[in-house]
Each structure stands twice: as C-alpha cells, then as structure tokens.
C-alpha cells in the first residue's frame, strides 16, 4: 500500500525545537519531490517547504526561513522537518506530502497525490 | 508571495445542484494551479492539476478551468461525499500559495 506517515509531534515551549519525520511505503520514494504541508486548528492549508529527489534543491515559506530545515533519507524512505526557534504561531497539523511532479512541455506542476493523516504541533507555555 | 482568493467562502446548496468555485491569483500564474478537497479530520485529496488536468480516480463531475489570473472549479452535479472544504493551490512560484478555502455545505 501507497502510504505516508508522520510522526514527531507534540508540545514544545515558544523558542524550542521539534522534528517531525515521515515515513514512506509502497513506491520509490526517491523518485518524487515532498513537500510539507500546514493547518493550524479551524484554519486553511499553508505549504510550508518542499525538496527535490535527490535534496539538492528545497523552498520554504517566508516565515519559516532561517528556523525549519526540510531533509531526506533516500536509503530510509523518510522525509523529515526540524523546526526551531518555534512560536505560537508554528502551532498546526503538519502533513507530509508526494508530488506527482508532472511535466508537460517544460513546466512542472505540483500534484500533491499522496498524503499522511498529519502530526500535531503545539507550540505552548 | 502570490495571493490567492476564492469566492465564495462558503456556499450551501442541495444534492444535484451545480456548483461553481471560483479562484483568483493577485498576479497570473498561467495554468499551474490544483484544486483539493478535505473533508473534516482527513487529508487533503488531489483533484485536479495544471487547472484542468482531473487526477486519476476522480469523478467525471469534478472539472477545471482558467489561465492566467481566473480559475474555477466545477462540480456538475453534486452528490453527498462532495460536502467539504475545497482549496486552490498555486504552483507558479515559490512559495506555493493555497486559497483560503470554500465549504460547501448541505442545504
């Protein structure tokens, strides 16, 4: 089975630091590009950074910069997240997910087709 | 970082109606855009790529449309499992950047 899992969530302190992972079955997991993706409770989805097959090329959102480093283990089919200098504002359901990474004439476009059931940070006091 | 606005932000309306959202970028984006649907509790799920593209497995009453900076997501005839949450996503440029979503609710 096609599956995703994330794992590494909880409670951590405004400043702290986390690490999320997610663990990949059932397909080549170095053939796709991942990608992480945010919710915060009752509120809609933020992409948050993404990576290449191999790693050599990652993005992340604004706000993120300089604090969350998204990696891969090719030979563990895992993708992982380390969040630090964490704040109240980090506070969501993180999913990790596949991109189908289509081109068609030379543009590449996202479609996220796999995804996990989400880790929940709480960024807390 | 690209804007992106649905509209409605919410809807209601009855099994068998058409439904139509819509989405516009604050800058154009060609056609790299994606549509999702989550249903409360779940996941995002793929339903249509490169703005008109339907993912596998989806069915043929979901359709897409748009260039540019105007997009919309069709569902022809709605049916029960189609009460959700429905986002848009840009993939023109970094950062990647969702709509802020529509629920469709049941009238």
């Known amino acids: 089975e096609v599956q995703l899992v994330e794992s590494g969530g909880g409670l951590a302190q405004p400043g702290g630091s986390l690490r999320l992972s997610c663990a990949a079955s059932?397909?080549?997991?170095?053939?796709?590009?991942l990608t992480w993706v945010r919710q915060a409770p009752g509120k809609g989805l933020e992409w948050v950074a993404n990576?290449?097959?191999?790693?050599?090329?990652?993005s992340y959102l604004d706000s993120v910069k300089g604090r969350f480093t998204i990696s891969r283990d090719n030979a563990k089919n895992t993708l992982f997240l380390e969040m630090s200098s964490l704040r109240v504002d980090d506070t969501a359901l993180y999913f990790c997910?596949?991109?189908?990474?289509?081109?068609?004439?030379?543009?590449?476009?996202?479609?996220?087709?796999?995804w996990g059931q989400g880790t929940m940070v709480t960024v807390s006091s | 970082a690209i804007q992106m606005t649905q509209s409605p932000s919410s809807l209601s309306a009855s099994v068998g109606d058409r439904v139509t959202i819509t989405c516009r970028a604050s800058?154009?984006?060609?056609?790299?855009l994606g549509w999702y649907q989550q249903k409360p509790g779940k996941a995002p799920k793929l339903l249509i790529y490169?703005?008109?593209s339907v993912q596998g497995g989806v069915p043929s009453r979901f359709s897409g449309s748009g260039s540019g900076t105007f997009f919309t997501l069709t569902i022809s005839s709605l049916q029960p499992e189609d009460f959700a949450t429905y986002y848009c996503?840009?993939?023109?440029?970094?950062?990647?950047?969702f709509g802020q979503g529509t629920k469709v609710e049941i009238k």
């Open positions: 996503l840009q993939d023109y440029i970094y950062p990647r950047t």
């Open positions: 997910a596949r991109d189908r990474d289509i081109y068609r004439s030379g543009v590449h476009y996202d479609a996220f087709d796999i």
């Open positions: 800058q154009g984006i060609r056609n790299e």
């Open positions: 990576i290449k097959q191999d790693g050599s090329e990652k």
């Open positions: 490169a703005a008109s």
């Open positions: 059932g397909f080549s997991f170095s053939s796709y590009w």
